[in-house]
């Protein structure tokens, strides 16, 4: 609510590279994960602006503002 994302206590980028390693291990065992995947496509997008704030930063991808 008051779009205060630092200090961060996990990254933004942090997030996004462990959904890239856990797509990875999903993809090697043949499991289907379009969640993590809606997650991993959500967050790299916040990624390059947001990158190095707390995750729930996220939201600055979808606000006007």
């Known amino acids: 609510m ?3 994302y630092e200090p961060a206590w996990f ?3 942090d997030l996004v590279k462990d959904l890239r ?3 990875d291990l999903y993809r090697r ?3 289907a994960t379009p969640l993590t995947r809606a997650a991993a496509n ?3 997008r916040a990624a390059p ?10 939201a600055e991808t979808f606000t006007d503002t």
């Open 29 to 31: 065992s043949g499991s």
């Open 2 to 4: 008051e779009r205060r």
């Open 21 to 23: 390693l856990a797509q």
């Open 42 to 44: 959500l967050f790299s």
């Open 11 to 13: 990254r933004v980028a």
């Open 49 to 58: 602006d947001h990158g190095e704030l707390d995750t729930p930063a996220v």
